[in-house]
Every structure is written in C-alpha cells, then in structure tokens.
C-alpha cells in the first residue's frame, strides 16, 4: 500500500529536550515536505526536500532542521524544542514531475511543555 | 509573503445542494492550485488540481480557475453528509517547489 508514515504520532516533551519526528514514504517520491498546522493559521511549510541531499527552506523554518541521506526518509529534528512550536506536523511527498500532488502522512501531534 | 485567503465558515448546506468554496490568492505568477479535504483529526486528502484557467470536471467535484482574478473555486454538487470537512486551499509557487495553504472552510452537509 502506498503510504507516508510517521513516528510517533503523539508526543508529550519538555523545553530544550531534543527530539526527532521521523517520515517515509514507499512511493519512490523525490519530493517531500513537513507542514505544521496551527488554529487559525492553516498549514505553513517548514521544509522541503526535492531529492537525496537537496533541502530548503519553507515558510517557518526557525527552531527546525531536517535531513534527507535516503530518498524514503526525511525526518524533522527540533534541536531544542520550545512551547510556540506545540502543534499539528504533517510530512508530505510527491513525485517531482508534473502538477506535484502531495500524499499526506497521518500527523504527529507534538505539545511541548 | 505569499497569502491564500479562505472564507473560514462555517458554510452549511442542505444535503443534494451544491456547496461553493472560494479562494484569492495574492501571487500572480502561482502555477497550480489544489484543493483537500481534511476531516476532523485527519490529515489532508487531495481532491483536485488544475493549472489551466476553466473549470475542471471530476465526479461531484468542479474546480474552476480565473488566474486573471486571482481566483479558485470549488463546486460540490449533490453534497452529501460525508462531504462534511475542512478544504484547504493551495497555491503552487512559481518555481513548483513550495505550497501556500489557505486556512480552510469548514462545511457541514445537513441531512
């Protein structure tokens, strides 16, 4: 079954304990991407990763940083995690050819205390 | 910074109407535009893209693009009470690589 996951898909933590949020994909998609989701403020792009060894920026990269060694795997690393980045994360991938129709991972709710 | 902007809803329609959404989007030189669905406590289902000003014709579904207006919308004719969700909006920017979200309309489908 083609599929985005992610782990955990709950996590409770406390300020500046760092902590990753792992995403892949069985699609052999060459883009992927991780969104938080915030009342109010819709889904915002934090980063994106267009192939092995290529990221950028979104949106709302502060407090964030990613990696991308494995085409399936683009995990989200919070260094030091503060309570303004509490929120709904969804990874994303695509195929990087065409219109990009993005397959959304089921989401990690994250509270930071 | 590139804005989508949504009427938030909540928009509540009688079941077999057409339900219409809209979206602005501030980037003239935006590529492709989406629509999702997104049901309470779950993640984002794509229901269509369209690049091309028209309308584009899928099931239920109607996606209509004026780029000159800035403007997309979504028709959701015979609405059903499992049509009840969030859409979201999206925007492709110009060199495809990032996506702007607007902040979704809620719809209720009354049976």
């Known amino acids: 079954e083609a599929q985005v996951t992610q782990n955990p898909r709950y996590l409770i933590t406390v300020t500046g304990k760092k902590l990753t949020v792992t995403c892949s994909q069985n699609?052999?998609?060459?883009?992927m991407s991780w969104y938080r989701q915030d009342p109010g403020l819709g889904l915002r792009q934090i980063y994106y990763s267009m192939n092995v060894e290529v990221t950028d920026k979104g949106d709302v990269p502060e407090g964030y940083k990613v990696s991308r060694k494995e085409k399936r795997n683009f995990p989200l690393i919070l260094e030091s995690p503060s309570p303004n980045q509490t929120s709904l994360y969804f990874c994303?991938?695509?195929?990087?050819?065409?219109?990009?129709?993005?397959?959304f991972g089921p989401g990690t709710r994250l509270l930071v205390l | 910074q590139k804005e989508v902007e949504q009427n938030s809803g909540p928009l509540s329609v009688p079941e077999g109407a057409i339900a219409s959404l809209n979206c602005t989007y501030s980037d003239r030189v935006s590529q492709s535009f989406f629509w999702y669905r997104q049901y309470s406590g779950k993640s984002p289902e794509l229901i269509m893209s369209?690049?091309?000003?028209g309308d584009k014709e899928d099931g239920r579904f109607t996606a209509q693009l004026n780029k000159a207006s800035q403007y997309v919308s979504l028709l959701i004719r015979d609405s059903q009470p499992s049509d009840s969700a969030t859409y979201l909006c999206a925007v492709n920017s110009d060199t495809g690589n990032q996506f702007y979200f607007g902040t979704g309309t809620s719809l209720t489908v009354i049976p």
């Open positions: 699609m052999n998609h060459e883009y």
């Open positions: 369209i690049y091309s000003n």
């Open positions: 994303a991938s695509s195929s990087r050819s065409g219109v990009k129709t993005q397959y």
